[in-house]
DNA sequence: TGTGTAACCACGTCTGGATT
DNA sequence: AATCCAGACGTGGTTACACA
């Protein structure tokens, strides 16, 4: 009766849905026609598109897993390491490995029979090839020979200076010493609880210089995170916090560019495990090269002691803290003192110890494993505390030695990132990890603090006067400044990008509740902050700040603690008004940049709003790229946005000038944007290229176009639909998202967007700038100000 | 008129093993 | 090592129909 049915191969099924998206907008019905399939069969086809598209094998007709999935991908994990290990693997040695993988994960019932072996094969496309004994053989070299013969050729062309070594690390953070500690706390609890690891690259070179570390943990966003501004050591996490081959080549790239800024030419030895592997990547100013394999312990100058320092010093600080806190006589014991410790405080600590590890100590390493020629120096010893037994001591340093700091490497490894892959998590739950809370001191104790410092310090036989003096004076200049912000925010040096001349210039953003009392107070302590406008009073100038352009008010050339500052107010409603609509874009523009946001009353909806400016960004930026594009195509992007809304038209200065900015802040860039990217389903991170790839069907166009700020919206119906016939908002933004030139129109609504306000806000800038302004300023005085005004609200 | 879905069952792929 | 077997399993193309 009914002819045979058909079957489709996945490509058979890809090039369905490219011939669908081809066709122009008609109904399913039709097109099912057109295409030769029935009406419902598109309907399911177009609803399995990211699966078919996302299908690596297109001859199958059916995606299907074997029975025992976690195994073969187990499996997977194991053949590719071996693969960059240069092993040799033979089809019987692949089916031991796989029947001892099922016993580890449980899977009983899975067999190693040929069948499967066959297809398993055939899902992977992996094909087992006879090697000839003597190749793999002759990978293996002894160190001394290596020394010899291939390194001294690759260090030909280096001085010392630029012979660098880098190793990564895993630290157990919140790991106590055996014995010491344990006495007070209950081992059962103790142990696993404490493993939380981090993973740190350290970097150094043959002549002592160190590179700022590379911290690797498990969470995007550490809470602990929240408040500070530059972290003082590069940041990414990932869940099982190692070092991945994305990561380092990140860590590479960046490091590469800094060299070709400085002309330098670098040798870096790195020992060769997956995660460093560097085919298509090409580097200008560093050469990468390997350590020969299992010689790595031997030759790693970074294995020889100079981590195993650094981690002494570590562990020495944290023993001290610890140590401190239980002859304050707290009730808590070692272990619950341990996991208050939060990342940050870890990583701060571990910075400082890394700036202790000596330049001798780390030539003495190089010199010690034979890189370089030197003469021996001395060593430092790091005493272990007084406390501490030196054996115990040695051993807490060593704890986590033995932790993987790469992608897997040993069984174990794999078994667990298959069970966390497949969400089967272990037994460890981050709860208890999530409750350390970060308790920021407030600026009066830390004012005390240094006032303790000052007094103290002298009894205790420190003379440098002129550095604690010093220091007391940085700190002072901070804290004052941080006192007058009054809730929001100032942006980091040189990313400012309206003052050409001021490098410093520093740009703050108040957002304050009630603008004409703040400017009546404002008034009455710093008059002379104001241009001629101060004449007409608060009220006059909230109104011309509320009631044209972006709603800012702009106090210019405001001397502060021998710098000049700007401050512009901008009542919270509007602020919120700005971000969460694109009203003007002025301020949500700022924003789109990492700033510093220094004092936060908790205001909810403003958090709220701040968060929606970031993803609106990330929209827009979306709908003008291409669909693939590097992470910084994407922070370029949205750099642009306030400019003229799209990078590529603006010219000259400005462009390097957004480019300067997107560089230099890469870091903050992704801080501020990694947990959006994450959540966004619309885009796919591929690290294989490191490229993002967004949804560029008409139906992802849509949805993008939908979750615009509204005033962007109405300016691109505006742009498509000139006033007069009214037709819906949703139906033009579905004409837009069918349209290929989509990109431009969104393009051009953003910029009539920063056109009309950036010049209304030039012109107001005209009457507010004012004359030169001379007078000293305090910080001090706008602080009670605002004290006062608090007070009284 | 349009799209989405429950149910049905053809058929691709699974399994352990035998055979070439 | 590759191919084949027979039976089981479960995906997904299709039909008929509900729903806006």
Not at 3 to 29: G, T, V
Not at 248 to 267: C, H, N, P, S, Y
Not at 304 to 316: E, N, P, S
Not at 729 to 756: F, M, R
């Amino acid at each position: 009766m009914t002819a045979k049915r058909k079957s489709f191969s996945l490509n058979d099924k890809r090039r369905l849905i490219e011939a669908y998206d081809k066709l122009p907008k008609i109904s399913q019905r039709v097109a099912a026609t057109k295409l030769g399939i029935p009406q419902a069969t598109l309907c399911t086809l177009l609803k399995q598109r990211q699966t078919v598209l996302a299908a690596n094998n297109g001859d199958r007709k059916r995606i299907r897993s074997g029975k025992a999935p976690k195994v073969e991908a187990a499996l997977v994990k194991w053949i590719d390491n071996a693969h960059s290990c240069n092993a040799r693997l033979s089809a019987s040695l692949v089916k031991e490995k796989a029947e001892e993988f099922a016993a580890k994960l449980g899977e009983d019932n899975f067999k190693v029979s040929i069948g499967w072996f066959e297809r398993f094969k055939k899902r992977e496309n992996i094909v087992f090839k006879k090697l000839h004994g003597e190749a793999a053989e002759a990978d293996m070299v002894s160190p001394g020979e290596w020394l010899e013969d291939q390194w001294q050729q690759m260090r030909q062309e280096y001085t010392e200076e630029n012979i660098w070594n880098a190793a990564e690390s895993g630290i157990y953070f919140r790991a106590l010493p055996h014995s010491t500690f344990t006495f007070r706390s209950d081992n059962k609890r103790g142990g696993k609880k404490l493993k939380e690891r981090i993973t740190a690259l350290f970097a150094c070179s043959a002549a002592g210089e160190k590179k700022e570390l590379f911290v690797i943990g498990k969470s995007h966003n550490p809470r602990c995170f929240n408040y500070v501004h530059t972290l003082p050591v590069r940041y990414a996490a990932n869940a099982p916090a190692w070092m991945t081959r994305n990561l380092f080549v990140g860590w590479l790239t960046e490091w590469d560019r800094k060299l070709a800024q400085e002309r330098r030419k670098i040798l870096l030895l790195v020992d060769s495990s997956p995660a460093h592997d560097m085919t298509n990547t090409t580097l200008k100013n560093i050469r990468v090269e390997f350590l020969p394999k299992n010689t790595t312990s031997f030759l790693q100058p970074c294995d020889q002691g100079i981590i195993r320092t650094a981690k002494a010093y570590f562990r020495k600080e944290m023993a001290r803290t610890v140590l401190q806190k239980l002859d304050e006589g707290s009730p808590a014991t070692a272990v619950d003192i341990v996991k208050k410790i939060s990342l940050l405080d870890a990583v701060l600590m571990l910075r400082d110890a890394w700036a202790d590890v000596g330049a001798s100590t780390i030539r003495d390493c190089w010199r010690k494993v034979g890189l370089v020629m030197s003469l021996k120096e001395e060593l430092e010893t790091v005493d272990p505390p007084a406390e501490i037994s030196a054996e115990e001591f040695e051993q807490w340093i060593a704890v986590d030695d033995s932790t993987p700091v790469s992608e897997p490497v040993t069984d174990e490894d794999i078994i667990a990132a298959v069970r966390e892959g497949f969400g089967m998590g272990t037994d460890t739950s981050d709860e208890e990890e999530e409750k350390v809370e970060t308790v920021v001191p407030s600026r009066a104790e830390m004012r005390n603090a240094i006032r303790i410092l000052k007094t103290g310090l002298p009894h205790v036989g420190f003379n440098n006067f002129d550095l604690l003096h010093h220091f007391a004076k940085e700190v002072n200049l901070v804290l004052d400044k941080t006192t007058i912000r009054i809730c929001e925010m100032t942006y980091p040096h040189g990313t400012e990008p309206i003052h050409k001349t001021e490098k410093n210039m520093l740009d703050f953003i108040f957002s304050v509740d009630d603008p004409v009392t703040w400017h009546t107070m404002n008034l009455m302590q710093n008059r002379k902050h104001y241009s001629f406008l101060k004449y007409l009073g608060p009220k006059k100038i909230s109104s011309i700040q509320n009631g044209h352009g972006a709603g800012v008010y702009y106090n210019t050339l405001v001397p502060a603690d021998g710098r000049i500052i700007k401050y512009g107010i901008i009542s919270t409603d509007t602020m919120i008004e700005d971000l969460l609509h694109w009203k003007t874009l002025y301020i949500a523009g700022r924003l789109h940049k990492p700033v510093k946001i220094l004092l936060q009353n908790d205001n909810g909806k403003l958090r709220a709003a701040l968060v929606a400016n970031l993803k609106s960004a990330v929209t827009a930026s979306f709908l003008m790229l291409p669909e693939s594009f590097s992470e910084e195509d994407l922070f370029m992007q949205i750099a642009g946005l306030s400019y003229s809304g799209d990078f590529r038209m603006v010219l000259g200065e400005d462009k390097s000038k957004v480019f300067n900015i997107v560089r230099e802040n890469m870091q903050n860039f992704q801080l501020l944007y990694s947990s959006i990217l994450q959540e966004c389903p619309q885009v796919v991170y591929k690290p294989q290229q490191g490229k993002l790839e967004v949804d560029k069907s008409p139906e992802g166009q849509f949805t993008q176009l939908m979750a615009l700020p509204r005033t962007l919206q109405q300016r691109i119906t505006l742009l498509m639909d000139p006033p007069g016939k009214n037709h819906d908002v949703e139906e033009i933004l579905l004409q837009v998202a069918q349209d290929p030139d989509c990109g431009t129109v969104v393009h051009q609504g953003i910029s009539s967007i920063v056109k009309s306000s950036s010049i209304t806000q030039s012109l107001k800038g005209i009457a507010t700038a004012g004359l030169m302004k001379t007078v000293s300023y305090s910080a001090k005085k706008v602080q009670k100000m605002w004290k006062g005004w608090r007070r009284r609200t």
